[in-house]
């Protein structure tokens, strides 16, 4: 079965300091994976994707996230940590056969960001 | 307006009673799906359809029915619910060549 696994439900940060959140997947053949943000009274928007082109991938608002094969993770990160990222963010993974593609999602991290 | 649109956006409803969640989309996407989010357990797949004439069961589907009235027309009905049901749903679609997901903005509900 298709999963992943997001370490710490909750992170909390200083403004200014180094995010770091954390994904890995299951999964024999590398996947299509994603990686979420939801604000609060809104849904799910796209922050970047992996798509088995380039390993690090750059996404909006400053975040990026690198897919390592050896270690089954797509670990989300940004330099600096801004308090509009506090947020609750989900890493995603979808893949299928046949074209049946089905997005499935981690548990989430809420994004703490201390002034 | 929006992209994909869920009505209504918060519903309180009794148990037993029985509610439907509307969504819409003007992507054109073939696909479509209903989640469910709860505190701590993320988004979990309740039904998904890849076209008018396919729906499937996701991995929570017990309670809950759907109906793909046109391409871009998805609703979830719970036919008689019950407090456990109570939560957050979002609607969802993709096409079939860009696996990304395009979400509503939820509907809030609560079942007493």
């Known amino acids: 079965a298709q999963s992943v696994t997001q370490l710490g439900s909750h992170v909390s940060v200083s403004e200014g300091a180094l995010v770091l959140l954390r994904c890995n997947y299951s999964?024999?053949?590398?996947?299509?994976l994603f990686w979420y943000v939801q604000y609060p009274n809104q849904g799910l928007q796209l922050l970047l994707k992996?798509?088995?082109?380039?390993?690090l991938v750059k996404g909006i608002n400053g975040f990026e996230a690198e897919f390592k094969k050896s270690e089954t993770s797509f670990h989300l990160t940004k330099p600096s940590a801004h308090m509009s990222d506090a947020a609750e963010y989900f890493c995603?993974?979808?893949?299928?056969?046949?074209?049946?593609?089905?997005?499935?999602f981690g548990r989430g991290t809420s994004l703490i960001v201390h002034p | 307006d929006a992209d994909v649109t869920q009505t209504p956006r918060n519903r309180i409803t009794k148990t037993g009673k029985r509610i439907m969640l509307e969504c819409s989309q003007t992507?054109?996407?073939?696909?479509m799906y209903w989640y469910r989010q709860d505190p701590g357990l993320g988004l979990r797949l309740i039904y998904y359809?890849?076209?008018?004439?396919?729906?499937n069961k996701g991995e929570i589907s017990d309670g809950y029915s759907v109906s793909r009235q046109a391409q871009a027309k998805f609703s979830l009905s719970l036919e008689s619910a019950i407090p456990n049901q109570t939560a957050l749903y979002f609607c969802?679609?993709?096409?079939?060549?860009?696996?990304?997901?395009?979400f509503g903005q939820g509907t809030r509900l609560t079942v007493v």
């Open positions: 999964s024999s053949v590398p996947p299509y």
């Open positions: 992996y798509t088995s082109a380039a390993t």
């Open positions: 969802a679609t993709s096409d079939t060549t860009n696996t990304e997901a395009f």
């Open positions: 995603a993974v979808s893949k299928g056969s046949g074209g049946s593609y089905i997005p499935t």
């Open positions: 359809s890849f076209d008018v004439k396919d729906i």
């Open positions: 992507k054109g996407h073939d696909r």
